[in-house]
């Protein structure tokens, strides 16, 4: 979705949201947020620059019986580099995958825009463990989640900036970088922002 199709709609699908630093809610201090779905209905978002503490990609496939536990250490190259990040503080216990839209699931796969698409069911594991599922991906416990209008509150009250979700920072494995380089796709330097900043 292009800047044209956010003035026209208002709603920030395929966008990343960025917390400000002046966010209050530590649970999305540093945030980097990838909206799914927005509407007059709410928002639903996954955080990509969060990782789920004490998990990796192949104990979880185990764990979710995807596969067996000596095959961990067969597993294709996306599957042995993917991490399992934390999505969001709602549904904390469910699996999101983010991907490149090379792969759909009839009925399963919501495209959020060309380039990116959500799966929720464990076939994408399934793929994505057999080296047949897509080029890149997120795995995701849990989402982000707005009741209708409370996101477009938080960004009036200077909670959260937007920026375009470009797939090399969407799925850069470099979870470190992602906030500053998300920070200056909008030229602006992190060490200049007042904690304060649209507070007079």
């Known amino acids: 979705m292009g800047s044209a199709d956010i003035k ?24 980097l947020i990838y909206v799914c779905a927005h ?10 620059n969060q990782l789920a503490p004490q998990m990796s990609f192949g104990e979880l496939l185990v ?17 042995k580099r993917m991490r399992v990040h934390h999505g969001g503080p709602v549904e904390s216990g469910r699996g999101f995958v983010l991907h490149s839209s090379d ?7 919501l495209p959020i825009d060309r380039q990116v698409s959500l799966t929720t069911t464990l076939e994408v594991l399934k793929a994505i463990a057999e080296g047949r599922g897509p080029e890149n991906a997120i795995l995701a416990l849990g989402y982000a989640g707005w009741a209708p209008g409370q996101l477009e ?18 799925f850069d494995p470099d979870l470190d970088s992602k906030y500053d380089r998300a920070m200056r796709s909008l030229g602006i330097e992190i060490g200049l922002l007042s904690r304060d900043a649209g507070h007079a």
């Open 39 to 48: 509407s007059a209905e709410g928002a639903m978002g996954i955080i990509i």
């Open 8 to 31: 026209e709609t208002g709603y920030l699908d395929g966008q990343i949201l960025i917390a400000m630093p002046s966010m209050e809610d530590q649970r999305f201090s540093r945030a």
């Open 63 to 79: 764990q979710l019986d995807v596969i067996p536990k000596a095959e961990q250490i067969q597993l294709p190259p996306l599957a």
């Open 103 to 109: 792969y759909f699931i009839e009925n399963a796969t």
């Open 153 to 170: 509150n938080e960004i009036q009250w200077n909670g959260w900036l937007n920026c375009p979700a470009d797939p090399s920072l969407l």
